[in-house]
């Protein structure tokens, strides 16, 4: 039962250090979306790709943060020199189509020490 | 602006029958959706609607009014293991990305 996986599970880092986490979508998904949870507040949309292609990154901070999700691998939402309001769970989530229901991973929780 | 409003708590008695409003503006419509979360797990999907009306699906239905953008959920026969939060979203853009409320945390007592 291949459903969306993301990894790691929990990831600890220092401030200015780079976080890399990864999302496999289910299987005959192409769209992936990135959300931000941050404690006591709601999902928060981040980024949509499809194979290659950034399609919607309206809510993603403009600076340290990027992702992509190459032709073969896990899409990969990273963040470079991490600060301490970058602690959070991200999770990521897949669809069929763009109008089906979201499908979600178990999430990252990022701490940053 | 977008904007989704749902309560912040609810308690309700195991067994009994709850319902969740939602109330949304946003700039475009493709959808609602209702998702679970327990504590420290991923959102799982438990209904969508896109046209006015009411769709059930077991102990679970969620209605739809596009004109009054507003939808409930419904839970009848509480069981202990509904108590979470209950995530209403909307899909205002033909991308699919979602827009969610902060989510109503339902707490079922015996």
């Known amino acids: 039962n291949a459903g969306v996986m993301q990894n790691p599970r929990h990831l600890v880092r220092r401030r200015g250090q780079e976080a890399r986490l990864r999302c496999s979508p289910m299987k005959g998904h192409s769209h992936v979306y990135w959300y931000r949870q941050l404690p006591e507040e709601g999902l928060k949309f981040m980024v949509y790709l499809q194979k290659e292609n950034i399609i919607d990154e309206s809510g993603m901070p403009k600076e340290r943060f990027s992702a992509e999700f190459p032709k073969e691998g896990p899409s990969i939402l990273r963040i470079q020199q991490v600060v301490r309001g970058d602690s959070a769970a991200y999770f990521c989530?897949?669809?069929?189509?763009?109008?089906?229901?979201?499908?979600f991973g178990d999430g990252t929780r990022l701490s940053i020490l | 602006g977008q904007n989704i409003d749902q309560p912040t708590e609810m308690t309700a008695t195991e067994g009994a029958i709850v319902q969740i409003n939602c109330t949304y503006q946003t700039s475009g419509f493709n959808g609602l959706f209702w998702y679970q979360q327990h504590a420290g797990e991923a959102p799982t999907f438990l209904s969508y609607?896109?046209?006015?009306g009411l769709e059930e699906k077991g102990r679970f239905s969620s209605f739809l009014s596009r004109s009054k953008g507003y939808s409930y959920l419904l839970l009848k026969e509480l069981q202990m293991k509904d108590s979470a939060s209950y995530l209403c979203a909307v899909s205002g853009s033909n991308t699919g990305k979602l827009i969610f409320g902060q989510g109503t945390t339902l707490q079922v007592k015996p």
């Open positions: 989530a897949s669809s069929g189509a763009g109008d089906q229901p979201q499908h």
């Open positions: 609607n896109v046209l006015d």
